[in-house]
């Protein structure tokens, strides 16, 4: 079955250090991917998606590209925040099907 | 626009007891889900709802149950509870154009 399988965490910076969290995936056919973001004590909140290869989703700085060749959808950020500190679920949806499939989850701890 | 509502937030229940959370969403849309999340393991699917009047199982299924009381609605009851269901749990609702969901807060539930 499908499956999506993220860095293990915590994964801990200081303010502005560069971020990349790994995501890759298992599928068949042609998956939508995407990222969301769990701050504490919240609900999961959509960050960014590409629905097809090649497409890079972006937001709030955060960007992700959906590398069909390696089966990857990293994340990455340029200048982390102390707000940035939550937990990343990376995740997939099959086309024709309605359920997400997440990975694990990595807690981002960004220090002053 | 509240989007998805649940309650209660917090819930202790003693072996044997029984109760039901409640999910509430004000998007018009026709897909419904809930989500528990244990440390390590990310979000596992219990039950969804593609549509008023239908339900199925996900991943998790045992020892739940659900009603899609209308389209607005849908709640997840446990009969007897355990303490293997201490966790957090989150309702979703899936816009029908798009693979995304938006998630409630989430309900901590401890089982003693």
């Known amino acids: 079955g499908d499956s999506v399988t993220q860095m293990e965490g915590p994964v801990t910076l200081s303010e502005e250090a560069f971020l990349t969290i790994n995501c890759t995936y298992t599928?068949?056919?042609?998956?939508?991917l995407f990222w969301y973001v769990q701050y504490p004590g919240e609900g999961l909140q959509l960050l960014l998606k590409?629905?097809?290869?090649?497409d890079k989703g972006s937001n709030k700085g955060f960007e992700a590209t959906y590398r069909k060749e390696t089966t990857s959808f990293h994340l990455e950020k340029g200048s982390v925040q102390v707000s940035d500190s939550a937990v990343y679920f990376c995740?997939?949806?099959?086309?024709?099907?309605?359920?997400?499939?997440f990975g694990t989850g990595t807690r981002l701890l960004v220090s002053p | 626009n509240a989007g998805v509502t649940q309650t209660p937030k917090f819930q202790v229940l003693k072996t044997g007891q029984s109760m039901t959370l409640q999910c509430a969403q004000d998007?018009?849309?026709?897909?419904m889900y809930w989500y528990r999340q244990d440390p390590g393991m990310g979000l596992r699917l219990i039950y969804y709802?593609?549509?008023?009047?239908?339900?199925d199982k996900g991943e998790v299924p045992n020892g739940y149950n659900v009603s899609r009381l209308n389209k607005r609605e849908f709640s997840l009851r446990l009969e007897s509870a355990a303490p293997s269901q201490t966790s957090v749990y989150f309702c979703?609702?899936?816009?029908?154009?798009?693979?995304?969901?938006?998630f409630g807060p989430g309900t901590r539930l401890t089982v003693t």
């Open positions: 995740a997939l949806v099959n086309t024709g099907f309605q359920k997400l499939v």
């Open positions: 599928a068949t056919g042609y998956p939508s």
């Open positions: 590409a629905t097809k290869a090649d």
């Open positions: 998007m018009n849309h026709n897909s």
């Open positions: 709802s593609a549509s008023e009047g239908t339900t």
């Open positions: 979703a609702a899936h816009r029908d154009t798009s693979y995304e969901q938006y």
